[in-house]
C-alpha cells in the first residue's frame, strides 16, 4: 500500500513538472491577455511564466502519467472497500445494530467521495487530453482553467457528502434549518403584534382622554349653579 502511495505521488508530480518545464515569453501572455481583453496588475514584464505547447508529442508523458494515475487510484479504492468490507463481516456479530448503520453510512461516504474525481475530474481530463491529441486545444480558450475549477470542486462536494449523506447528520440540518425558519416568523409575528397592541393602547387612551373632555357650555352651566347656589 505504501509502495502505491509513492506511486501514485510520483505520477502526479512528474505529470505536472512535464506540464510546466518550459519558459514561456512574456509577448505570449501579452497577447493572450490582449485578445481575450484581460486586465490584471498581477503580471508584470519581468514574470517568468512557467508551461509547455499543449500538443501531442510534449504532452505524450503526461498522458501515460495520467493513465498510470487513474489505474493506481481505482485500484486503491477497490482494495480498500474490499479490506473494509470484509473487516465488516468479521465483526457483524460482535456489534450493534446501531453500529452496523453507522458503518454502513460510512461506507456509502467514502465510497462516493472515493469516486468524486472520477465523477468530476477524470472525464475532463480525458477530454482535455483528447483536444491536445487532435490539435483544438487551441480553439477552447480557458479550458485548462477550468479544469482546475473543476478539481477545486472535489473537496467541497466531499464535504458536502459527509454534511447530508448521515441520517443523523440530515436530521440535525433539517432541525437547525426549521428553528431558523421558525425564530423568523416568530419574530416577525411578535413585531407585528407588539405593533398593534401598541396602535390599540395609543386608541383606548385617545378614546379615555376624549371622553374625559367636558364641553365648555357644560361647565359654564356647572359654575353658574354652583354661583346660584352660593347666593
Given at each position: ?132 491529441a487532435i490539435g483544438y486545444s487551441k480553439n ?23 454534511i447530508f449523506l448521515p441520517k443523523k447528520n ?49 361647565q359654564t352651566l356647572r359654575i353658574q349653579r ?6
Open positions: 500500500m505504501v509502495i502505491l502511495c509513492f506511486l501514485f505521488a510520483s505520477f502526479l508530480v512528474h505529470a505536472s513538472s512535464e506540464a510546466s518545464k518550459e519558459e514561456i515569453q512574456n509577448k505570449t501572455l501579452n497577447e493572450f491577455m490582449k485578445k481575450f481583453h484581460i486586465k490584471s496588475n498581477l503580471f508584470q514584464n519581468d514574470n517568468v511564466i512557467m508551461g509547455s505547447l499543449a500538443t501531442l508529442e510534449n504532452w505524450k508523458f503526461i498522458i501515460i502519467d495520467v493513465i498510470f494515475f487513474s489505474t493506481i487510484y481505482f485500484f486503491l479504492i477497490i482494495f480498500s472497500l474490499y479490506k473494509y468490507t470484509r473487516y465488516m463481516k468479521s465483526v457483524a456479530s460482535k456489534i450493534s445494530e446501531t453500529t452496523k448503520r453507522l458503518y454502513l453510512d460510512f461506507l456509502r461516504i467514502i465510497t462516493l467521495q472515493a469516486c468524486t474525481p472520477f465523477i468530476i475530474a477524470f472525464p475532463s481530463i480525458v477530454i482535455f487530453l483528447i483536444t491536445v477552447i480558450p480557458f479550458l485548462g482553467d477550468v479544469l482546475v475549477k473543476l478539481l477545486c470542486t472535489t473537496p467541497t462536494i466531499n464535504s458536502m457528502l459527509f440530515r436530521k440535525r440540518f433539517v432541525a437547525l434549518f426549521r428553528n431558523v425558519i421558525t425564530r423568523k416568523d416568530s419574530f416577525l409575528s411578535s413585531d407585528t403584534f407588539n405593533g398593534s397592541n401598541h396602535k390599540s393602547t395609543y386608541e383606548h387612551s385617545t378614546n379615555k382622554r376624549k371622553n374625559n373632555i367636558v364641553p365648555s357650555d357644560v354652583k354661583v346660584s347656589f352660593i347666593a
